[in-house]
């Protein structure tokens, strides 16, 4: 599973590899030490334009659903398994039509051995940006005015799959990652071969994973309100 990651760059030094059309005004400031709820900047390609827009736009991790009641349906929606999605309610129309790019820094994962959990901080090893499969949501909140902007919220979920390689020896689970002549066609909201374009991101993933290196670093990452480069750093 994918719970904690780092946003270290924002706007165009983040997504320059996904040529970005459009950036929002409110994309949130680089973190250390993302978690569920937070907002993150993510990557989109909007259909109500032809040809689509891509677009880099602040959205709250954490997927809420067009029928949701209210956003806590979210807290569980953080994840999801790329071998169930397109069976789950809760992600089957994204799935189809609103697929996303998540761009990271990195990635923390806890490796369990003898009931301790060390904390490992997973990234590319040249520095390039990482980045996730993922879906995003619009929530329209009844609580509020047509003529709100609050009215609507854009959430998103990060896909994973089992984890392979060097990564599956910290945990069982990994994000979905996604190379960047991969992301046009999983950001295309007009493809027809949904399944396909699935299937073809979980194939790959695990050539991706074998480019990436991980480290310990300190067990500070596990409370959300540290948030700082120290983060990041080896532990000693």
Same mark, same amino acid.
């Given at each position: 599973m994918c719970g904690r990651f780092v946003v270290a760059n924002v706007g165009s030094e983040l997504v320059d590899?996904?040529?970005v059309d459009v950036e929002g005004e409110d994309l949130p400031a680089p973190s250390y030490n993302i978690a569920p709820t937070d907002r993150v900047a993510i990557v989109l390609d909007s259909a109500k334009s032809e040809p689509p827009v891509r677009r880099l736009e602040s959205a709250r991790w954490g997927l809420v659903p067009a029928w949701a009641k209210d956003p806590s349906?979210?807290?569980?929606?953080?994840n999801a398994r790329s071998e169930e999605v397109e069976d789950k309610p809760?992600?089957?129309?994204?799935?189809i039509k609103r697929r996303a790019v998540i761009p990271a820094t990195g990635y923390y994962e806890w490796k369990t051995e003898d009931g301790v959990k060390t904390p490992h901080f997973i990234h590319p090893a040249d520095g390039s940006p990482l980045l996730f499969a993922g879906l995003y949501e619009w929530w329209k909140d009844p609580g509020k005015a +047509?003529? %709100?902007? !609050?009215?609507?919220?854009?959430?998103?979920?990060?896909?994973?799959?089992?984890?392979?390689?060097?990564l599956g020896s910290i945990h069982d689970r990994m994000p979905l990652f996604i +190379?960047? %002549?991969? !992301?046009d066609a999983w950001l295309d909201p007009t493809?027809?071969?949904?399944g396909d374009v699935l299937d073809a991101a979980i194939d790959a993933a695990p050539a991706l994973a074998e480019t990436l290196e991980s480290y310990v670093v300190d067990r500070a990452v596990g409370n959300v309100r540290n948030n700082s480069p120290a983060l990041i750093e080896p532990a000693s």
């Open positions: 590899v996904l040529r349906v979210g807290v569980r929606a953080f809760m992600f089957r129309q994204a799935l +047509d003529d %709100d902007p !609050a009215r609507w919220l854009l959430s998103f979920t990060i896909m994973t799959r089992d984890a392979v390689g060097p +190379d960047a %002549d991969h !992301a493809t027809e071969n949904v």
